[in-house]
């Protein structure tokens, strides 16, 4: 099973010079890691993510590593709740551990979110605002903002955060937030796919249509497949502009992020 570069780093780590941590390694000396999860196959990916997360915040709980505990968590728990409401007819107890597994999500989300109120982790405090509306906490994501801490202005997951913020009533700062956040994406890894129809969205509000048509294109290339991209068409016919130059503006682009060497037509 493919597991992130993180978790895999994190193995790496624990394991040491001895012999590779696995998961049933881990289910063996820590089977409570295991147990309250689910137990057929769905959602597998996700919980093999969480049981070896849950052994790395054991035995070292970082702010970090209770990070990223929190968001494998959420990501299970999105996953598991949506499984349990498949009712399986002779197989009863499959929903029942689905069920399991979904308080233990609940269960174990509390606890990182009690361990870590006076944190000063940029992730952690965009999910304490974010999840439970935790005021203080964004205060102190937007000061270390201010004060340029490179864990949050260098950081491609929370400059997208930020934008998630910000585009409730900055449109120009949400643009440039978006912007560098695809400048910080690295070669073959993907961008936040939320990214394309909210450049698109805000571009098209402003009467932009060439650059909202590029990166509607682009989010086409990227796969996305709900972005509209006919209205603006028709405004760029409209006004008799071409489509083939933009065409291939947006493949250059899409290309450029994808490498991981996309700059920012705007400075900063």
């Known amino acids: 099973?493919?597991?992130?570069?993180?978790?895999?780093?994190?193995?790496?780590?624990?394991?040491?010079?001895e012999d590779p941590l696995t998961l049933a390694k881990v289910c063996d000396e820590t089977p409570g890691f295991c147990s309250d999860l689910n137990k057929?196959?769905?959602?597998?990916?996700?919980?093999a993510e969480v049981i070896i997360q849950?052994?790395?915040?054991?035995?070292?709980?970082?702010?970090?590593?209770?990070?990223?505990?929190?968001?494998?968590?959420?990501?299970?728990?999105?996953?598991?709740?949506?499984a349990a409401k498949i009712e399986h007819i002779k197989l009863k107890e499959k929903t029942t551990s689905r069920v399991e597994g979904h308080l233990t999500s609940i269960k174990e989300m509390t606890r990182i979110f009690q361990d870590t109120k006076n944190?000063?982790?940029?992730?952690?405090?965009?999910?304490?605002w974010s999840r439970n509306n935790d005021q203080s906490a964004l205060t102190k994501l937007?000061?270390?903002?201010?004060?340029?801490?490179?864990?949050?202005?260098?950081?491609a997951?929370?400059?997208?955060?930020?934008?998630?913020?910000?585009?409730?009533?900055?449109?120009?700062?949400?643009i440039d937030l978006l912007y560098k956040t695809l400048e910080l994406n690295k070669a073959g890894e993907t961008p936040n796919p939320e990214i394309y129809p909210t450049l698109v969205s805000l571009f098209y509000k402003h009467e932009k249509y060439k650059h909202a048509y590029t990166f509607a294109r682009v989010a086409q290339l990227s796969g996305y497949e709900n972005v509209d991209i006919l209205?603006?068409?028709?405004?760029?016919?409209?006004a008799g502009k071409s489509l083939d130059s933009l065409d291939d503006l947006a493949q250059k682009t899409y290309d450029s992020i994808q490498e991981g060497s996309f700059v920012s037509p705007r400075g900063f």
């Open 142 to 155: 937007l000061a270390l903002e201010e004060k340029q801490d490179k864990r949050v202005t260098e950081d």
């Open 119 to 128: 944190t000063n982790h940029p992730g952690l405090l965009y999910y304490h």
């Open 157 to 174: 997951e929370m400059q997208f955060f930020l934008a998630s913020y910000y585009v409730k009533f900055d449109d120009e700062k949400t």
């Open 40 to 47: 057929d196959s769905h959602c597998k990916e996700q919980r």
């Open 54 to 82: 849950r052994y790395v915040e054991y035995k070292s709980p970082t702010d970090e590593n209770k990070y990223q505990l929190l968001k494998d968590f959420e990501k299970y728990d999105q996953c598991v709740s949506l």
């Open 1 to 17: 099973m493919l597991l992130r570069a993180s978790v895999l780093l994190g193995l790496l780590a624990l394991a040491g010079c």
């Open 231 to 238: 209205p603006i068409e028709h405004q760029l016919a409209a």
